[in-house]
Antibody
Framework: QVQLVQSGAEVKKPGASVKVSCKPS????????ITWVRQAPGQGLEWMGW????????NYAQKFQGRVTMTTDTSTTTAYMELRSLRSDDTAVYYC???????????????WGQGTLVTVSS | DIQMTQSPSSLFASVGDRVTITCRAS??????LNWYQHKPGRAPELLIY???SLQSGVPSRFTGSGSGTDFTLTISNLQPEDFATYYC?????????FGQGTKVEIK
């Protein structure tokens, strides 16, 4: 069945960068976009942005503009999310999910990766 | 940005109960509304898309309704595996936004 497998947990110091990978399987990689959502401890779900795996176009939440870069590698069918200038409040579980491209979409994010815990601590 | 507001933030219920969660959008989003279930340590799962369409594999005790700004998720005959946090999310505009979540706990 369709799955998204993410890279393992990371511990980073403030100011560093982290790059999380997400590898989907069991569907044509370029037929869907990949979105990234995070959940800080005790908080709800926060949308970070998404990338078209077809042409690499991105849309980032304003909160993360300038600090986040989402990319894909079609040769390895892997998506990446890099977050720079990490702060303690970036400590969260980061999820990737398959997303139908477009603005007006009659569909949700499905399925999701297992999540990657990123801990930012000095 | 479109603000999504859920109520209640948490509720206590018993197995077999009928539970209703509401979600209100700050502007009309037609039926571009999705519902997710999230359990601790697990990935969120899509339950309902387009306000009322049941995602494949999701039990029929989950139903969604509404359009415009007001939406409802109903769980009939609550089962032990349904104790979780539920989120609504709009797919009408970018940025995508989620409600703050509703935690369904055991009474």
């Amino acid at each position: 069945q369709v799955q998204l497998v993410q890279s393992g947990a990371e511990v980073k110091k403030p100011g560093a960068s982290v790059k999380v990978s997400c590898k989907p399987s069991a569907y044509t990689f370029t037929s869907y976009g990949i979105t990234w959502v995070r959940q800080a401890p005790g908080q709800g779900l926060e949308w970070m942005g998404w990338i078209s795996t077809y042409n690499g176009n991105t849309n980032y939440a304003q909160k993360f503009q300038g600090r986040v870069t989402m990319t894909t590698d079609t040769s390895t069918t892997t998506a990446y999310m890099e977050l720079r200038s990490l702060r303690s409040d970036d400590t969260a579980v980061y999820y990737c999910a398959r997303a139908v491209p477009g603005t007006l979409v009659r569909g949700g994010f499905d399925p999701w990766g297992q999540g990657t815990l990123v801990t930012v601590s000095s | 940005d479109i603000q999504m507001t859920q109520s209640p933030s948490s509720l206590f219920a018993s197995v077999g109960d009928r539970v209703t969660i509401t979600c209100r959008a700050s502007q009309s989003i037609s039926s571009y509304l999705n519902w997710y279930q999230h359990k601790p340590g697990r990935a969120p799962e899509l339950l309902i898309y387009a306000a009322s369409s049941l995602q494949s594999g999701v039990p029929s005790r989950f139903t969604g309704s509404g359009s415009g700004t007001d939406f409802t998720l109903t769980i009939s005959n609550l089962q032990p595996e349904d104790f979780a946090t539920y989120y609504c999310q709009q797919s009408y505009n970018i940025p995508r936004t989620f409600g703050q979540g509703t935690k369904v706990e055991i009474k």
